[in-house]
């Protein structure tokens, strides 16, 4: 089964509480000159046909770039779940690819990889590197929502525990780095010497 670009919306999480850099907004702080959203989105904007920022916090910043920001229904940074289920109902595509803002060597051909093994019956194609699956960088048809929105009444938290209540495969990458991600600044001196 194949997905045109133009089919699927990328759903960028830069949402939430930023804890271990202290707070600060994750998506502006900078790696190589430039702010974790702007890498994200220069990865990206060239494979998807739309593309949404989950914010709750500097909205007029994300604004300025250009794309949809959405905002959780709940306020406090209820997590990557919330995120995900606010992006999931703003997409205009059947389709939504997500990625958090903190992996700055984002693969340029995620959304085609992950495309290239969703069928009608998957609910969701999600990247594994390392022996690790990552869950929030995943490919999935928006039907998912449903079931978000169930987990959530629930309490559910972890974005794990949601996956296994649908139909997922993976999709394996040799390259780990690809989805190295920036929590603290000494995770920028590890992410700049694998480049």
């Known amino acids: ?10 759903g960028v999480l830069a ?8 707070g ?32 709750n916090r500097s909205l007029a910043r994300y604004r300025a770039l250009g794309h949809e920001v959405v905002v959780d229904r709940e306020s406090g940074y209820a997590g990557p779940l919330m995120g995900l289920a606010s992006l999931l109902r703003a997409a205009p595509t059947p389709y939504l690819l997500v990625v958090p803002v903190d992996t700055p060597a984002l693969p340029r051909d995620l959304a085609v ?17 390392g022996q690790r699956r990552q869950p929030l960088h995943a490919l999935m048809h928006t039907r998912v929502l449903a079931t978000l929105d169930a987990a959530l ?24 780095s690809a989805f190295a991600n920036i929590n603290a600044p000494r995770d920028v001196q590890a992410w700049s010497r694998t480049r």
């Open 153 to 176: 009444t629930a309490g559910m938290a972890r974005v794990t525990d949601w996956q296994g209540r649908l139909t997922v495969r993976e999709v394996d990458w040799s390259e780990a």
């Open 24 to 55: 600060f907004d994750k998506g502006w702080y900078r790696v190589d000159g430039r702010p974790l959203i702007e890498h994200t989105l220069a990865r990206l904007e060239p494979q998807v046909g739309h593309l949404l920022i989950s914010a």
């Open 1 to 10: 089964m194949k997905i045109d670009s133009s089919q699927i919306t990328a």
């Open 15 to 22: 949402g939430g509480a930023a804890r271990r850099l202290g």
């Open 113 to 129: 990889r992950l495309g290239a093994v969703m069928t009608p019956d998957i609910d969701l194609v999600c990247a594994r590197a």
